[in-house]
C-alpha cells in the first residue's frame, strides 16, 4: 500500500476549514449562504474538490483607498511578442482562447506545459544559457540533478565553496516549476505558524522563519553581487479574509489572522494585525478589508534572476552543466562503515553515461526513487493569470485571502504604460480535476476586486508538492549517506529550495547547521502526528486505480485537433490508450500506464498533457515525462506516437 499525505497547504493555511464545512458563495448583499457542491465543477472519477468558495457578485460597500504610498517600477523594455488572447467572456466559455497553442514543437522542453509563464514576456526561452548534453562519462565532488531553483543555489553555494560541480538536466534549465511560479519570496510561509508550530513546535516554527527570511535575503545578496537586473524588491504581504467584512464569519477569520500575526511577531516576522487594512486599487465593491500585515517580504523576476546565476555558474572552471540529459538511476556504491572504507555515489543516464561523485544532489522537485519520501507528499495543480493593470494603480504588495483554496496577488513589469497583477490559486489535486475553468474563477476574482485590470496576456498552470507536515524535505535521502534530496516546496519552494542550498552545502562541509532537524527527510516525529491523514490520504489515492476500468473517450474520431484522451474499451485487457490528435488530426497513441506506479493518466486539456492522479507524473502530449516521480516517457503504441517522441529528444543528440 502506498502511503502519502492528507494535509494540504490550504488546509493548514485556513482557518476556512475550520470555518466553512459546506461550499460558501458571496451574495450581492454581502451575505453568505451554504450551496450544495457546484454540479458546474467537473471531477473524475466523481471525487469533489475540496470546499471552496464561489464568489458571484459583490457587496454595496464603499471602495477603499490605501493611505500607503504607491511602489513604481522602474521602465522595462517591452517585448514585442504578445500572446494572441481574447478576453473572456463572464461565463468563461471563451476560456480556451487564453491557454494559448504553440506552435514550437519543443515546447515541452522549455517548459512544463502547453502555456508559457509571464516570465516569457521580458525574458523568453532564448535568453536563458545553453549547454551541451552529457557524452562521455566524468567524476566530479557534487553532482546536482535538476537545473531549477533548489539546483542552481545549490551549485551556487557549492562552487562558491570550491567544489566541483557537475549538473545535469533531462530538458533545458529553467524548464521545470520554477520557470512556471509566481515569485513570492516570503517568510509568512503558506502553511501559517500556527499549524506549523503544531507539527515542529514554536522552536521548529522559528527556525522555519529564520530559514525562510535567510532565504529571501540571500536572492537579494546574489543578485546585487552579481549585478542581475531581476525586479527583486522588498514589499508588506498582506492576508486577508475570505469573506466581506462584518460578517460572522469574517470576524472569525480576523480573529485567528491576528491570533497569526501574534504568533509571527514572537517568532521574530514583523508581522501585525490591522482591522483597518485597505489595499491601493482594491476599488471593487467587494469589501474584505483588515488582515494581517507582514513587513520585510519580498519578490522578484524567477527566470531573469536564475539564468543570472547560471551565467555565472558558466564562467566558473569548477562548474560544469549538461541538458539534455535525463538521469534514470542514482545509486550508492561501496561500504562505509564507523568511518572505514568508502561509498561514492553513481549516476547513470538514459544515453548509458555514468557520473562518479562523492555526493548526489537530487534538485528534482520530486526524488528519483519509486517509493522513498514521495509517499509523504501530496500533487496538486495551482493556476495563475497575469492581467494587465495600469501602472501604479495598483500597490506593490504581496496579497493572499483566506479561502480554502486560497488567491494570492503579486505585480511583476509589463511595459511603458502597464504592469502585470499575477494572480494565483485555485488548486487541485493532479489529474483528478478538469482544468480548464480556473483561469475564468481568477479572472473574475480580479475583475471584483480591481476594475482598472485590463486584458488577460498569460495564463499558465505549475504543479506544487505538499509535505505531510508542511515542511519541504532536505537533506539525506531515507537509507542513504551521499544521496541529498530536495522535494515538498509547499508553495514555499522558491525560499526552500534556495535554503537547501546553503542546507547541503554545509552538511558536505560538516558545518552544523541548526536547520537540518527541521528540514531532516528522516524525520519521524512530526510525521507521526499525521499518520491518521496518511492513511486516509493514501486510501484516496489508491482509489484512483479504479481508473482501469473507465475510459474518457469512446471513439478517437469524436476528438478535436489538438485534444487527448485515454480510450479504455475493453477494460479486460488492462490497456488503457492515451491518444492524442495534433493539430493536423493526425492520431498519436501511447500506453496510458505511468510507467512509476502504473496509474492511468488523464489529459489536462489545459495545459495539453496526460497527468497521472495517483503520485502526479506529468507527461507531455508527445508522452514525454515533464514532472516526476516517473522518470520515462509513456511508451509509445504507433509510429506516429514514436516519430512525435524521437522529434521532441533529438535536440539534445
Ligand atoms: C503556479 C505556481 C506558483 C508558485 N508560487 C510560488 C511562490 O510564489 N513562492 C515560492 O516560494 N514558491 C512558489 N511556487 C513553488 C516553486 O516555484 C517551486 O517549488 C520551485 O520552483 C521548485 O524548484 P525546484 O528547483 O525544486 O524544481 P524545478 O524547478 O521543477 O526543477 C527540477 C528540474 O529537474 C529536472 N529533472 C526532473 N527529473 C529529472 C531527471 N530524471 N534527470 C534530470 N533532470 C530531471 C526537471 O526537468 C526540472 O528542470 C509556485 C509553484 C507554482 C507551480
Known sequence: MTLSLLYSRQAA?????KLAPTQTRLLASGDVTTLQPSSSRVTYNNIQPPNRRFIHSSSSTSPRQSTKAPQQFSPFQHRSRMLSTKPLSPDNSNMASVTPTPSDPQQFMHTTGASDAVWTHLHPYSANPTFPSLSKDLSTDICIIGAGISGIQTAYE??????????LEAREVLSGESGRTSGHLNNDLDDGYIEISK??????????????????????EISKELGIECEYRKLPAYDVSQYPRGTKEWQDEEKELKEEADLQAKLGIESHYDPNLTVKGWTGKIDQRGGMVVGNQATFHPTKYLAGVLKWLKEQPNFQCYTGTRVMDVHEKGIEVLGLGHKSVEIKTEAGHTVKAEYAVEATAIPLQKLSIITELEYYRSYCIAIRVPKGSVEDCLLYDNAEEYKYVRLTACDEKDDYMVVGGCDHKVGQEETTTRYGELEQWTRERFPQAGKVDYAWSGQIFEPVDYMAFIGKNQGCNKIYIITGDSGDGLTHGTLAGRLIADEIDGVPNEWESLYNPKRVGSIVKV??????????INTQYKRFLQTDITDIEDLK???GGVLNTNPATQKPVAVYKDDNGKVHKYSAICPHLKGVVC???????????????????????????????????????????????????
Open 158 to 167: 557549492l562552487v562558491r565553496r570550491g567544489k566541483q560541480v557537475v549538473m
Open 199 to 220: 507539527k515542529h513546535g514554536e522552536k521548529g516554527a522559528k527556525l522555519a522563519a529564520e530559514s525562510h527570511a535567510w532565504a529571501r535575503d540571500r536572492i537579494g
Open 531 to 540: 499518520l491518521p491523514s496518511l492513511v486516509s490520504h493514501d486510501l484516496q
Open 561 to 563: 485537433p489538438g485534444c
Open 13 to 17: 493555511r485556513s482557518i476556512a476549514k
Open 603 to 653: 489529459w489536462n486539456a489545459a495545459e495539453k498533457s496526460f497527468d497521472c492522479p495517483v503520485h502526479g507524473s506529468r507527461f507531455s502530449k508527445e508522452g514525454i515525462c515533464v514532472d516526476g516521480p516517473a522518470k520515462a516517457n509513456l511508451s509509445p503504441f504507433d509510429e506516429a506516437a514514436e516519430k512525435a517522441q524521437q522529434g521532441m529528444t533529438a535536440w539534445a543528440e
